[in-house]
């Protein structure tokens, strides 16, 4: 019997060419004739643009073309639409390079394309742009207040959707029940997703056939290539190729459709020559697509035994200057359905209100609307617990919905359809030590050492499906996914897949499951994805949904090939189909093994068709396009412990244990990297990173010397442990990981800190949890403290 | 982003660059390239020609000449983080040059690139004060002797003067023990507040201060035996990641806790 490829830690295939720098990113790519594009852009948050003169970059040697709004609107060239319509929802046109006014720093006025980077970039300082300065606004709060700066005249009040969900009703009265209401005003700040390739452009046209082909750091190159080609430049489908090679990362912000991919497919026909455009680092954190900006007030109903009522919340969703592709859906369908988290509300209503801003736009950024939901959820459950004198475990185990009432029918809207919270939440507790770590914490205290424990027991949904429902909700796009498994006359299989792979290492993973499902060699699968012109059309990775549709959409075409194949091996065997079995990767009459045909023969014969079934299609391929039933649920505990210093306010994470429940889980390696990564950045948001915006509207932590990113000496080892809960509905149970870790990490380290600082009377404060802001805290208390004595 | 186009020129001798410097009053010394390129690719300089002084054979290295330690200026980050002369002479430099950004910023930094840049928040000011070292500069008239306290004269602003260059540090090696606590900031990793404490084999205290103010100085109070309110906030900088309050706070923190350990 061949191996189980399924559960194998299984080293990552694609590991030694990203290692030993032999990978094919977009910016590796270089082809003949190629000449660069450098963007010239706004430095004020708010302006209209009054004139620009090029004449002096025009003159610089190097120079081929300065391009403007104005070019791209004279030649047709539409705005870039956003891919989530919610009812009476307000839209500003989105040009790729501003024809009049600018809206937020780092926004293109112009685009330089020359024969060398070096020129572009010299030529980008010599152009004169006159503004007219506008006042900007660039919170979400202030924008709404009464006589806020207006940044679109399309959205009075700079109100681009007003959005709620839950029973208000049903909610007041749980509320009018309740002995004790607690309320938390939150604030889930802006993030940069700072992937670590920054992205890359590079286009090229040819005159015969009108013909577009664009390499693009792109997550989801079909959702690109319908917006480009449909949408924004009106590029037939067949006439325009997006092809989305190695990518360094992405966490949503590569999901998104961005100017630069129109500016350089634009320019590279009217110069006809390739053009590449390559972010500098600074440019990315004005230009990718920020994450989170909520401000939030929440109020929970509860009962003095520790039952939880109702959850009211009212969020203020900051969604920057711009639409960008998914932003509608992020703080709405994909925030407002999880406010249930894992217990047993009665009711809840959530209000969400997105407004514009002078700001970079905000969309998905890894766990996109489930880690702002589950940090208000956790928060506020945490906050119960406090003020009702319990522990902050034990209310979660009294108000978890219990393994037999699932299929549960939340109060907005989710049907979860499985789950099983106590045993991962007990493993994550036992693996800590709890109790004694409890005791060693009241210990410490009387030392005057602080450390705090964090308790977060989410739950994520993600696989966003089927597509019928997210069709009704507002998306612009389908949400199944397709495969097509090929395999060649020598037995070797190709496995195109619509998920795209930005680091997750699905090239091992899909191939794992391949091998088990054909029964053969893992070597001898291949992935491809990440190019329109060769797969069927996909919708990409995003949302944690690569292993439960991407991957149930192969396992359904492996058992189409499989079905095939039994059909021509009995044919060869002169055997019955029904009495056929697929054993150690050979098919065989049941029971007779010396009656067989190897994966080999049958491929062979598939593709010569000698010896062939009368009534079936030679060749050996299948597509499978697979549609799920509904989303996936995955969940766990979380269990952070950080160390305050009570001298300088410094907050380290110390110890961190998480128990993921993600089903059956295909390489364990693959799922704890996933883990890891996801947790630095949950921790990151925690502790470390900070996006700010000054009063004049500038981005001041636009560098790494600002904006902290974790680093390894942030991180500790994590302890992890998984509990197995298949999903009910898809062919291998699969469920996502690619988020968990950071939808569960943030809530996890504020949890703790906050704990950490009960002593210091501190009640909640905001993220992230940098030293001064904490040694403020301590220091206000001590002095009220020593003001008493 | 890209730098702005330029000349480079890479000198073997200290006359040579000196010479060079004179007929490029644009150009500007490349040492390590680490605070320089950054700047340069900012835009934030752009001068004309770089000329490498890096390998100028006379300025690499830590030697002892009677009871003086002499450092040529282009020795590097790593060379003073591994010199068993400074760690048991003078283990305060090693301490913090392990502290210095990352192995490849160390390869590469100099001490003499780091002194002459003068940041606010280099590691070295604090210890150059508290060690009494002197800066031996060099022109095409001659070379001149400065101490460090006369050497510090503001934000990214030294004794060294246009057509000069910084060619050796002089260190007493009298140090009985010393200690430098920084407090570093979590993206940059500079420090927000850095102390150096030195006890000499006279008796006497020199303490001093990096990264808190436009510029390093001296820990008078500290030296004459204060151990709290060191420094005035009025006189320290303040940014998103601290206020001028809580870095005089540090000081106190960071002086106490380098006091502890000489
Ligand atoms: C990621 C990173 C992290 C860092 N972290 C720290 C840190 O934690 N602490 C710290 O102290 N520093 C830090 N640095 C700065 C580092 O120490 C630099 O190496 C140092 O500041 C400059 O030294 P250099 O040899 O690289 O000089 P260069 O960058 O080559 O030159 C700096 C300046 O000094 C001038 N100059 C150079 N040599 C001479 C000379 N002989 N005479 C006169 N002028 C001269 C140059 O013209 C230039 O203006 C960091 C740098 C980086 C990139």
Redesign the interface.
Known sequence: MAEKMFGKALKRVEDPRFITGTGNYTDDIAVHGMVHAAMVRSPYPHAKIKSIDSSAALALPGVIAILTGKDLVGAGINPIPTGWLLPDLKISAHHAIQPEEVNHVGDIVAAIIAET??IA??AV?LVDVDYDVLESVSLGSTALAAGAVQVHPEAPGNLAFDWTIGDAAATDAEFAKADKIVKLELRNHRLVPNAIEPRASLAEYKRAGDEYTLHTTSQNPHIHRVMIGAFVMGIPEHKLRIVSPDVGGGFGSKIFQYPEEVIVLFAAKKVNRPVKWTA?R?ESFVSDAHGRDHETVAEAAVMNDGTLLALRVNTIANLGAYLTTFAPAVPTYLYGTLLNGTYKWKAIHAHVRGVYTNTVGVDAYRGAGRPEATYVVERIVSTVARELGMDPVDIRRKNFIQPSEFPYQTPVALQYDSGNYEPAMDMALEKLGYKALRAKQAEMRKQGKYIGIGVCTYLEACGLAPSALVGSLGAQAGQWESALVRVAATGVVEVLTGSHSHGQGHETAFAQVVADELQVPVEHVVLVHGDTARLPHGWGSYGSRSAPVGLSAITMACRKITDKAKKIAAHLLEASVEDMEHVDGKYQVKGVPERSKSFFEVALMAHLAHNYPADLEPGLEATHFYDPKNFVYPFGTHLAVVEVDA??G?TKLIRYVCVDDCGPIVNPLIVEGQVHGGVAQGMGQAL?E?T?YDASGQL??GS??????PRAD?MVQLEIGHTVTPSPHNPLGLKGIGEAGTIASTAAVANAVIDALEPFGVRHMDMPF???KV??VI?ASQLAQAADD | MYTAEFDYKKVSSVADALAALKAHPDAKLLAGGHSLIPTMKLRLASPSALIDVSSIPGLKGIRLEGDVIVIGAMTTHRDIEHSSLLKDKCPILPEQAALIGDPMVRNKGTIGGSLAHADPAADYPASMLALGAKMKIESSSGARVVTADDFFVGMFQTAVAEGEMLTEIHIPANTKSSAYEKFAHPASRYAIVGVAVVKHADGTTRAALTGAGASAVRLPKLEAGSISSLVSAADLLSDNFASAEYRAHLVDVMAKKALARV
């Open positions: 980077r070096a970039e010299d300082a500098r600074s001298d300088t410094r470390l900070n700010v001041v932590s790494y010397l600002e904006y902290t990113m942030d940098t030293s001064e040694w403020q220091h």
